[in-house]
């Protein structure tokens, strides 16, 4: 007999769950897209349920009672959210998104692995910070038409005192001037490029690493869950014989705030994986083309001391500076050549004609 071939039928178990995965990854693409909609479906429905009932402050007398019921709050509203952001990161872990961005990390890192471009992240990593700085700084000299060249010759490391006594300058550019003397050299090491992880920030090209970020998310509510965990040991709970319209819609107003942290720590979860920690690799990525390109245009290793550590600002000042002096140099040496030449030509014109 022949058998019948049915593409839909998984031919083993790495096709079957892979088919699972990707059903789990469309079901939670459906979920945060329709998360507002839903929560904002139960805000309505609640509010419809509280506001049939005569709302009234909790008496004095019962301010004990209070206090119980807010603590059993705050520990079911904090295990959901944990128990979600966990929810959360799995499935930001399964996207394409993350999957896409881990393989271009990893193929990125290997080519400099195979090549042997690691001994040169030190000397990179200067460069870098280096090149970050001068691009700093002038950004900020440039707003106010101030040359870098002319900002290394007079003005660099110069106090307000002395700035005000040139007259050349204005009160913004002056202004400008210090804020650049305080642009201080960010930190940049080998460590920061090759192992993984991410944040956000204006100069720094890596910051706070997700998983950091993460712990910071759940320690703010630490300390509540250990008082709460302490309370609700020593609760007594009565059941409600006769419930009642207004027993039901304070219900629905308890469990608004449980849900909505759920949604919370799942939003917070997938987002530390397919946010955070995908812009961290893109920006690892990118500085591991920028090794490679350096490498491939400047193919001899430049001999440093002290390559382990992170370059001085005087450091960098001296260098930048030096840069431009012998850029000054070479220009002056090649501008008395000129007339010469040009004599030369004269003289053999002269010649011609006697």
Request: with cysteine; aromatic share 8%; hydrophobic share 35%.
């Amino acid at each position: 007999m022949n058998q019948i071939n049915n593409d839909k039928t998984p031919k083993d178990v790495g096709q079957a769950v892979e088919r699972v995965g990707k059903t789990q990854r469309k079901v939670t693409r459906n979920i945060l897209n329709n998360a507002g909609t839903i929560v904002g479906i139960f805000i309505i429905f609640v509010v419809i349920v509280v506001f049939t009932t005569d709302i009234k402050l909790t008496g004095a007398m019962k301010w004990a009672e209070l206090s119980l019921v807010f603590f059993i709050l705050l520990f079911c509203s904090f295990s959901m959210y944990v128990n979600y952001a966990s929810n959360g990161t799995r499935a930001g872990k399964n996207s394409e998104t993350f999957i896409n961005s881990y393989t271009n990390y990893d193929t990125t890192k290997k080519k400099i692995v195979e090549n042997k471009y690691q001994t040169r992240l030190p000397e990179f990593c200067r460069y870098y910070i280096k090149e970050e700085l001068t691009n700093a700084r002038n950004a900020i000299l440039s707003e106010v038409g101030i040359d870098f060249d002319t900002y290394l010759k007079e003005y660099i490391g110069k106090d307000k005192t002395y700035l005000e006594t040139d007259n050349k300058l204005s009160k913004s550019q002056i202004e400008a001037i210090l804020k650049a003397n305080a642009v201080k050299p960010i930190k940049l090491t080998p460590e920061m490029i090759m192992k993984r992880g991410r944040g956000n920030g204006s100069r720094n090209p890596l910051e706070i690493k997700p998983e950091t970020k993460k712990k910071i998310h759940l320690s703010t509510k630490f300390t509540t869950t250990a008082i709460t965990s302490f309370i609700t040991g020593v609760i007594v709970l009565d059941v409600i014989i006769n419930p009642t319209w207004a027993t039901f819609a304070a219900c629905c107003l308890k469990v608004l705030l449980v849900v909505l942290n759920g949604f919370m720590g799942y939003k917070m979860g997938y987002e530390n994986i397919v946010v955070d920690t995908v812009e961290y690799m893109n920006d690892q990525v990118d500085l591991m083309n920028q090794l490679i390109q350096y490498i491939e245009a400047h193919p001899e290793p430049e001999i440093a001391e002290d390559e382990g550590e992170t370059p001085k600002e005087e450091d960098c000042i001296k260098e930048i500076q030096t840069v431009c002096e012998t850029q000054e140099k070479t220009e002056s040496k090649e501008e008395p050549k000129q007339p010469e030449k040009k004599q030369i030509e004269i003289k053999k014109i002269t010649n011609n004609i006697e």
